[in-house]
Structures are given as structure tokens and as C-alpha cells.
């Protein structure tokens, strides 16, 4: 949302050129006829070329999550999108690439989902906080431990109700190869909140571009985790009928 996809007309935002509300409420009027559940995924903290706020270095692809005004600014957008008819909103991108103050970071990074967490509630109580991340390697990979990125933290703290776990970041479910499901299992002896795996439907080839994961690679990562009670798929724009197929075959219509 707000991150060159989907999106609405905002108050908070006043030259989206061509974002009309119908975009978003199409695409919920479309997944509620089918039965699925819509949840709201935001490009929170990453510029990209419709960022109103810039990044906070020269190179960077980050804003400066230390700002007041973005912080306020962010989490009233999120807020804003629990007013129309979603089950839930989910946060990526939820961090920076500052390295230079690790406690600055976290305090910052957690203001602004705290912040997230409190309006959105107060607006819908039933509306679901998630985020993507990677539960687990949050606390204990040194690089994320200096990017503000502690999920669990923020879970344990209440301000979040569920945690997506994002394999796919380490190649881990994206060629074949089962996710690890020890990870997630660890993520999920630190928290109360559920930890769901979530696993890819595309890759990247040796050029970088994303391509659709094969789907007999993609079959046999969805067999390593047909137990799990719920799974997620991050499918970016690259979901082909094949998939669509194989997940309704492998994991009905969770």
C-alpha cells in the first residue's frame, strides 16, 4: 500500500496521482467473494519514487525513522487503512540501514509500531497487527540486531498480534530447499503471539530479476510444512494458476 502497488485516496496523503479508493476496495470486494481474508501489507520505513519522505542519507534507500513527523505521519497512514473493510494490516519494511546508533534504532523503530499498534486498535479493535520479519534471527543476526528490527520484542511488548516469518530473505523455501522450520520453532519458544511460515512463489534469476519459482520446486517446500496449521506465501505480483493449483491441492484453502 503507498508502495507503487495498491492503494486509496488518503487525507494524509495529497498528490497520489491516479490512487483512487476503488483500487483497494475492488481488490477487497474480490477476495471476500472468494473467502479470503484481506490484510493490508505497507512499505513503511523504504523509499521508493512515491515516497513523500526522503531517505535520511545520501544513497540510502531508508527514511529517517527518528523523525517525529514521519513517525506520526506513518502510523496515521496505517491507521487510515483500518477504516476501510481489511481483517488486518501487516507492517514490512519495518526498519533502517543506520548503523551508527543501535539503541536509537530500536527505541525509534518500536515508537513507531507502537505508535501503529494504538491507532489502529482504537480505530478497529478486531484488526490484526502483523509484521514480516525474521522472529528469531531479529535478536540474534549482529547486521539486524543495528537496524531496530526486533519483532519479538515489539510482540511481547503487545503490539503485535501475529509475526510473519520471512524464509524466503535467506533463500531458505526458495529453490526447492524446506524452510527452516527449527528457526521458527525457536521464534515461537520467545513469544505468545504466532509465528506462521511463510514461504515464496517466486526467485530470483542470475540477473536478479524475480521469475516465478518452479512449481515442482514449489510443491515440495509447501510438502515440508503441510502440517502446519497456517502458512502464508509471499507472492509479490509472481503467483502463477500452477501455484494457485498446487496450493489449493497441497494445503486446501488455508
Known amino acids: 500500500m503507498h508502495g507503487g502497488a495498491i492503494g486509496w485516496k488518503s487525507r494524509f496523503i495529497d498528490s497520489m496521482d491516479g490512487v483512487t479508493e476503488s483500487k483497494l476496495i475492488d481488490v477487497i470486494a474480490a477476495m471476500n467473494k472468494r473467502g479470503i481474508r484481506v490484510h493490508a501489507a505497507f512499505n513503511t520505513c523504504r523509499v521508493d519514487r ?3 519522505y526522503k ?3 545520501r544513497g540510502s534507500q531508508f527514511v529517517d525513522v527518528h523523525n517525529p513527523e514521519f513517525q506520526s505521519f506513518i502510523s496515521d497512514l496505517v491507521a487510515e487503512c483500518a477504516e476501510l ?21 530500536d527505541a ?5 509500531v507502537r ?34 528490527r526486533k519483532a519479538i520484542r515489539w510482540a511481547n511488548n503487545g503490539y503485535q498480534d501475529i509475526l510473519f516469518d520471512m524464509n ?4 531458505i523455501g ?8 527449527g528457526v521458527i520453532y525457536k521464534a515461537r519458544k520467545l513469544t505468545n503471539v504466532p509465528v506462521v511460515v511463510m514461504v515464496s512463489s517466486y526467485k530470483k534469476d542470475k540477473k536478479g530479476k524475480p521469475v516465478p519459482t518452479d512449481s515442482v520446486q514449489f510443491a515440495r ?14 507472492t509479490g505480483w509472481l503467483f502463477t494458476n500452477e501455484h494457485a493449483a498446487l496450493t489449493r491441492q497441497t494445503h486446501g484453502q488455508n
Open 50 to 52: 512515491k515516497t513523500i
Open 55 to 57: 531517505p535520511h542519507r
Open 85 to 105: 473493510p481489511v481483517d488486518g494490516v501487516c507492517i514490512d519494511y519495518f526498519r533502517t540501514d543506520d548503523y551508527t546508533s543501535p539503541a536509537r534504532n
Open 108 to 112: 525509534s523503530i518500536e515508537t513507531i
Open 115 to 148: 505508535m501503529t499498534y494504538g491507532k489502529v486498535k482504537r480505530i478497529k479493535p478486531e484488526c490484526v497487527v502483523s509484521s514480516t520479519t525474521t522472529p528469531y534471527l531479529d535478536i540474534t543476526h549482529p547486521q539486524l540486531k543495528r537496524t531496530g
Open 168 to 171: 524466503y530473505g535467506n533463500r
Open 174 to 181: 526458495v529453490y526447492g530447499d524446506p524452510p527452516d522450520m
Open 221 to 234: 517446500v509447501l510438502d515440508t510444512v503441510f502440517n502446519e496449521e497456517n502458512i502464508a506465501i509471499y
